[in-house]
C-alpha cells in the first residue's frame, strides 16, 4: 500500500549550506514547495549578501529577521533590522542585506507580483 500526506517537513540544519561561506539553505527545493521560493541566510558578523534585484523574475520578496541584527540597503536606503522584523522589496529594488557585529539569520520569500490571490477576511 503507498500512503501519501499533504505535508513535509525538514529542519534546517538537515539542509546543506550552499553559495559562499554556506551562507543559505535552499529551503524551498528540499522542501518541494511550488507556489512561492523560500531560503534561510545566515550571515556572520559584518558580512554582506549578494546585491541583486528581482526584476527578470518579478518577484516580490519578504525578508523575516530571526536572529541579529543588522540592515538591508534598499535603492540606497539604509533600513535597520532586528529579529522579528519584516521588509517587503518590490523586484526591481536593488537590496542587499548587512549583518551587523553578531551576524544576522534571516528567511527570504518570493513569489511573483500578483501571484497570490486574497480570500476571505485575511
Known sequence: MIRT???T??????????GP???????????GAEAFGINWFELPPGAEGLEHDEARTGQEEVVV???GAGHWRVDGDEVPVRPGSFVRIDPESVRRAIAGPGGLTYIAVGAPRGAYAPHGPF
Open 5 to 7: 500526506v499533504g505535508y
Open 9 to 18: 517537513t525538514i529542519h534546517v540544519e538537515d539542509i546543506e549550506g550552499a
Open 21 to 31: 561561506g554556506g551562507a543559505v539553505r535552499f529551503v524551498r527545493r528540499e522542501i
Open 65 to 67: 529577521v530571526v536572529r
